[in-house]
Structure formats: structure tokens, C-alpha cells
């Protein structure tokens, strides 16, 4: 588990009780004596107006294939959430050093780090 690396993990609602399984990005690997992650929500329903913290992910092309992702999908990174690593269902795939490095920008805009 390391950072770049797409999952399917049971993701907190934000509003109910519960989870739901949810492609995420890792943005941390294990953390703790217990082992938690933060990890980053993947949605197919791509938003009307996207945020400026939001990165689009296109299976379709080149840089995104490694994600084996089936659909276009947004990287909501203001949807953050630290699950424990039992949460990490499946591996799926990796995004791209470039795409990480994206991340890492918009994530340091959107805290304002």
C-alpha cells in the first residue's frame, strides 16, 4: 500500500451512518500502530461544475490506463476520509507521477499548506 495506488475500500457516507465500496486514491500509506491510510474518493458521476481540487480521470487515455478504472471518473479531493486498512478491498491500480504530482499541488492549494 503506498501512495498513488487506487483501491476499492469501504468509504464513510458523509451525511449517514455507514460505508459504502468506493474506488479511492491512497494519499498515505499505513499509518500507525493500527494501521490507517487517507485515502481520497473516486466518483463516476462527474460533477456539472467541478472543483478546482477535483482531478479528472480518463481511463481512455494514456497517462490514466494503469488506473483500471472503467469510466471517466473525478478524484474528489475534498472528500478526504482515514479509514483503517482493512478498508482496502481490492487493489485496482495506480495513477501516474505526473498525476501525483497534481494531487499533491491541489491537496497543498486546497488545506493551504
Keep these: 500500500m503506498q501512495p498513488g495506488e487506487?483501491?476499492?475500500a469501504q468509504f464513510p457516507?458523509?451525511?449517514l451512518p455507514?460505508?459504502?465500496l468506493r474506488p479511492v486514491l491512497l494519499l498515505t500509506g499505513p499509518v500507525g500502530s493500527?494501521?490507517?491510510v487517507v485515502v481520497a474518493y473516486i466518483s463516476s458521476v462527474i460533477p456539472?461544475?467541478?472543483l478546482s481540487s477535483d482531478v479528472l480521470i480518463d481511463p481512455g487515455k494514456a497517462e490514466f490506463r494503469s488506473t483500471q478504472l472503467k469510466t471517466v471518473s473525478a478524484l474528489r479531493l475534498h472528500k478526504l476520509a482515514t479509514i483503517h486498512s482493512s478498508s482496502l478491498v481490492r487493489y485496482l491500480g495506480v495513477v501516474d507521477d505526473s498525476t501525483q504530482r497534481a494531487v499533491a499541488g491541489?491537496?497543498?492549494d486546497?488545506?493551504?499548506l
Design 18 to 20: 455507514g460505508m459504502k
Design 13 to 15: 457516507f458523509g451525511d
Design 34 to 36: 493500527i494501521p490507517e
Design 48 to 50: 456539472l461544475q467541478p
Design 106 to 108: 491541489k491537496l497543498k
Design 110 to 112: 486546497l488545506l493551504k
Design 6 to 8: 487506487i483501491f476499492l
